[in-house]
């Protein structure tokens, strides 16, 4: 089963007309045959990191999916009874992974968010971070990309410096604050702007028979921080045998958004980025952010009541691959460049959980030469980025981020992942520990190993 | 609702993140993994330590306040299910190893460990702890002891009460006491052994010493399956029958084959056999090779489509996931399921599930098995829908048939899972008025006001007479 989706594609659209009912007023509301699958077993409360922490039901999958089917009875009412437990969620996904009914708590969570979303827009008290972020930036392009100037100019300006010197960054709350101060050196412009529309192929070529085209799905996150990322994920492509193209008009994921309930946002995002990639005419859809690939592959739910909608998002989202997931489809060549370390390998949520990607990126790095691989315990836990969950829900992102840490193998002298959220996060633990360790991406290695070729040989 | 004097003495002893009490907070533990009869607790409580369960119990009990204690909420009988205002006192927060004595091969735990992680503490020492309920990886060892509780290996190995030898418990009055010696044989009358099983009415363990054990040299696991439900059950009785007692002999029919493989747990069973038995052999290097080769032949002898041993250790790991998961992967072919528990002589097998299959098709409602053939102890799978209205009633109903009829072969109404709830009627069925009232004369020496989880295990005599006249004319119709 390892390779494939942890749940296999839903081929018809489900409860595309849902009776609005109990205390979900709002369109969308949690699918009846979801919750329904729930058989209150109980086997997900060991992995809920939330349970974990506090062991409280309210917190854990089952007592959450519970709430949501008690409120769809309209025993319960869409109040903070129900908010704490649906937005205290990580939306990790760890349940589903070893739910043996096949739960899709992930997509009742967020749904239930949805009808809170609806319910503060009608009442006018939508909280200011989702408006800022969610609909003011993430959603513009250009925005974007001026925060990304913005952050820059603060960082290269010096002013930086004076901020610290006077700390004025104090006016902001201590988790924000820290974040900052881990922040990448935006060095880079945008990987969007920057690479060409169209990269032909390097390399002898996969062993794939015919030509292959990537298209590369480049974030926001993602090239806003470690915009060398994607660059490195282009060279990795072409080098073997992908002719790469980057659709200019592609936007954010809004992944962000179906997370925080506003699911219409997220369904502009997508429509946009369907029609971007589908007149791209790539045979994948290449993403290097576990977050957005979940996302990406997730976008039929998004167009449920929309019959042809929903084809078209199906018909993207078949062409969806994480990166370590096309290069192993394609027979990726094994890089000969030797990199003497030893790593450790953190499982994203996103990319385990959500998408079953566990062997492939372990795969990549197992094939490069010198580089030993030591396994992090406990691997698929959240690290609590989860989105912006470390921003919203602090104290308990930070003591995930501190177990995360103590687990990190003592022999490691980096820790590898594929989602630039974890990265930031355990960017941030590092730092705070003076772990003197690195954090890196996947993709970074494999490329720094066939970069190492082209020296050596 | 508890009055707020109450409420503060209670935040006092375990501080304000251990006190659930907001009515809308309450909800989620209306009921353990037994849904078809819930209620709204009081009050959460989540006590860190023994002193601190005392002292709930003691500030309860002087107020007249009945309490259950609660695990992971994994049982399957209602046992943790509040009927009657209850506060919980959920033991989840009590999750520590406390100590692990590998020479004398003891491990002393507080309740709310989880079964699997102690096996998974003391495996680098070549140890594990035997009794494996198919939750093991998320119930409670305090749950285990509730229920006496058992798993898929204890038929060699025996059930929770073989592995416990010392408890520590706070009265229902929050007096102390120490029951059995982690090293000695019990003197005196056995108390310890009455309070494993007895689902949390006399009390609430706090701290248990369970035996650890050396871990198998060798283990092999066989895969058989059957086109005819009789010949894995001729095949069950003749494993026995020919001298092996295998570690563990379980069996799954269609309809649960169907379920588990369409979760992630997928083996890939044949849409035309009847039956599939899991058997498993352990002990001395030399010897298991050699017994694996009997089980399989035993497996030929009567008329086995397929038998092969296990290649590897991730096949075999799939294939008792595909056995543990099964209950719940029910979750995919069924809204909603209850899961029966009664036990048989295991030569009455094939007649049962005969008997069984017939009430399902009179009652409308799919019946998977999954069970644990090697100890006669079955776990019918009665599928249904609680959205349709009378469909839960209807679903209990076959239930008690399925159940009566396993008193009726010689057998009993619980193997592993407890009365709860959900087979108190069914006791009435079982025992003698004289044996339910000692029973309750037992209890009331712990717990004499019944404010501790009451209710549940025995049933009250006001309704005995009832059932037993209803019971007496059921039968004289059926027989």
Known sequence: MSGTLSQPARETPMQADAPKTGAFAYPEPPDRDRYSACVHCGFCLEVCPTYQETSDENLSPRGRVYLIKQAAQGLLALDEGLQNPVFSCLDCRACESVCPSGVEVGALIEKARGQFHHKAEEEGVASPLTRLFLRGVFAHPRRLRALGRMLRLYQKSGLRAVAHGLRLLHVLPPHIREMEAVLPELSDPPALLKLPERIPTAGSGSRAAAPVTGALFTGCVMDLFFSDINQATARVLTRNGLTVVVPKTQVCCGALHVHAGDREQARALARQNIDAFLAAGADYVVVNAAGCGAALKEYPELFTGQPDLYAKAQAFARRVRDISEVLVEVGFQPPRGRIERTVTYHDACHLCHAQGIRSQPRQLLASIPGLKLVPLPDSERCCGSAGIYNLTHPDMANRLLERKLDDIPEAADAVVMGNPGCMLQIRLGVHRRQAGIDVLHTVQLLDESYRKEVIEC | ?479
């Not at chain 2, 959920?90 to 004398?104: G, I, Q």
């Not at chain 2, 895969?223 to 001729?234: C, G, L, P, Q």
């Not at chain 2, 849409?271 to 032949?297: M, N, S, T």
Request: a negative charge; glycine letters at 10%; aromatic letters at 6%.
């Open chain 2, 1 to 479: 609702m508890l009055n707020s004097s109450l409420i503060r003495k209670l935040t006092e002893i375990v501080g304000p993140g251990g006190v659930i009490h907001d009515s809308k907070q309450l909800a989620a533990y209306e009921c353990d993994a037994y849904v078809a009869q819930t209620g709204r607790p009081a009050a959460v409580v989540l006590p860190a330590d023994t002193d601190q369960v005392a002292q709930v119990v003691r500030c309860l009990a002087r107020a007249g306040v009945p309490f259950l204690p609660r695990g992971a909420g994994t049982g399957l009988s209602g046992g943790a299910t509040p009927m009657h205002q209850e506060v919980v006192i959920s033991l989840a927060r009590m999750d520590k190893l406390l100590h692990v004595d590998f020479a004398n091969q003891r491990a002393t735990v507080q309740p709310g460990f989880v079964n699997l992680d102690l096996t998974r503490q003391v495996a680098p020492q070549g140890f594990y702890y035997a009794p494996d309920p198919s939750s093991q990886s998320v119930c409670t060892i305090g749950g285990n002891v509730g229920e006496n509780a058992g798993g898929s290996h204890c038929l060699k190995y025996g059930v929770t009460t073989n592995h416990v030898v010392a408890a520590k418990l706070v009265l229902p009055d929050g007096g102390l006491v120490q029951l059995g010696d982690a090293y000695g044989d019990p003197l005196g009358l056995d108390l310890l052994g009455l309070l494993v099983g007895s689902e949390g009415t006399l009390g609430i363990v706090t701290e248990i010493t369970v035996r650890i054990l050396k871990r198998p040299q060798e283990v092999k696991t066989v895969m058989a399956w059957f086109e005819r439900v009789e010949d894995a059950s001729e095949t069950v009785s003749g494993i026995i029958a020919d001298g092996i007692i295998p570690a563990a002999c379980e069996m799954m029919d269609q309809l649960a084959m169907q379920a588990v493989d369409k979760s992630r747990y997928h083996v890939g069973y044949p849409p035309d056999i009847e039956a599939v038995l899991l058997i498993e052999v352990d002990g001395l290097a030399a010897g298991v090779d050699e017994l694996a080769e009997r089980v399989v032949e035993v497996c030929r002898r009567h008329r086995v489509r397929t038998v092969r041993v296990a290649k590897d250790e991730a096949e075999r790991s799939l294939w008792w996931s595909s056995r543990k998961m099964a209950f719940p992967a029910i979750g995919r072919i069924s809204p909603d399921y209850m899961v029966q528990d009664g036990v048989i002589p295991r030569t009455r097998l094939t007649e049962v599930l005969k008997t069984i299959a017939r009430y399902s098709r009179e009652a409308d409602l799919r019946v998977a098995n999954v069970f644990h053939a090697g100890d006669g102890n079955l776990h019918p799978l009665i599928c249904y829908d609680a959205r349709i209205p009378g469909q839960t009633e209807q679903a209990t109903e076959l239930g008690r048939r399925i159940l009566e009829l396993c008193v009726d072969v010689g057998g009993s109404i619980t193997g592993e899972h407890g009365v709860g709830v959900e087979k108190i009627r069914e006791m009435e069925y079982l025992f003698t008025d004289a044996e339910l009232h000692l029973q309750t004369r037992l209890r009331e020496v712990f717990n004499p006001h019944d404010l501790c989880n009451p209710g549940k295990l025995i049933p009250r005599p006001a309704r005995c007479v009832e059932v037993k006249q209803a019971a007496a004319a059921l039968a004289s119709h059926t027989v």
